[in-house]
């Protein structure tokens, strides 16, 4: 059932026309009642889909429900169409916060001002890696050998689904040019798993990828492909607040994330926020190569 409905639903007073319900409460005395008493402040989250947008939806009601007791607000969440539409999402502030990899909060920050709050622990790190993944059969064993392939990547601001593995290109000497000029044919998935599996399904001969993408193809399929490089250290995904939201808002969201971590029942959220092991925080500094990366590559002005 639809999340939004799901809530309307749990309330009552929704059915009541309005003018009946007014006057119910004038008759009760009610209808000067402080303001808040019926309606909740509003916070509103923005996610990028990795995977389905609709199945992020359904599994980040758990969490949403969760948010919405610990922090007495009305939390509302959208998943992005891309990513540039999670940077523009904080920019004209239809969301407060968002989750994104490193380069879009580097450009939300030069763009919008936004500031960085947590950044994820997935497989007990605060960081990972991209790569690039070929097909076993495909006769390519090195990145001088992907010059004049296919290649698919997964957005055009995406840190590890192609800034980095850019970066991979450009620092081994094999790529002196653009990446149009590299390449034969170059293709933007949008998402993940689509690059993964457009390598696996031999419609391109390479994929630019972070390294967690491997474990979204069945067991039997990763036999097929192997990774032939990977980038630096790349610092992890993060929640980002857009410039203007009340710090202690802020701070309370970080607080009741940060409580995910700790050893009881809610605990089992993580794994609806990206199946993450936890959260830890972070500050613009932990950023600050990606900002030096996106500069040197043109994505940042």
């Known amino acids: 059932m639809n999340g939004n409905l799901m809530k309307i639903m749990k309330n009552p007073l929704c059915f009541f026309p309005r003018f009946v319900l007014a006057l119910l409460l004038a008759a009760n005395g009610c209808l000067l009642a402080p303001a808040g008493v019926f309606a909740k402040e509003k916070l509103t989250i923005v996610f990028i889909a990795y995977e389905n947008p609709d199945q992020l939806l ?23 169409t891309d990513y540039a539409a999670v940077v523009e999402a904080l920019r004209n502030e239809t969301a407060d916060v968002g989750f994104m990899g490193p380069l879009q909060y580097v450009m939300a920050r030069k763009q919008a001002g936004a500031y960085p709050l947590l950044g994820e622990v997935y497989r007990g790190k605060a960081s990972y890696v991209s790569k690039i993944f070929v097909r076993k059969d495909s006769g390519i064993r090195s990145v001088g050998d992907l010059r004049g392939k296919t290649i698919a990547f997964v957005d055009p601001i995406s840190s590890s689904g192609y800034m980095y593995p850019l970066d991979i290109l450009k620092s081994a000497g094999v790529m002196t040019g653009t990446p149009e000029e590299f390449f034969r044919k170059i293709y933007f998935a949008g998402g993940d798993e689509q690059s993964i ?4 399904n031999g419609f391109v ?9 491997y474990f979204l193809l069945r067991p039997e399929e990763r036999d097929e492909v192997l990774a032939i490089a990977e980038s630096r250290p790349i610092p992890s995904h993060c929640l980002v607040a857009r410039r203007g939201l009340e710090r202690k808002t802020a701070d309370a969201l970080s607080a009741a994330l940060l409580a995910l971590n700790e050893p009881g029942e809610h605990r089992r959220l993580l794994k609806f926020l990206y199946s993450v092991d936890g959260y830890v925080k972070v500050s613009h500094k932990d950023y600050l190569e990606v900002e030096k990366i996106g500069k040197a590559y043109g994505f940042i002005k």
């Open 197 to 200: 599996r457009a390598v696996f």
């Open 58 to 80: 359904e599994n980040v009601e758990p969490v949403v429900d969760y948010l919405e007791e610990r922090l007495s607000l009305d939390v509302r969440g959208f998943v992005a």
């Open 205 to 213: 001969d390479a994929a630019g990828i972070g390294q967690y993408s």
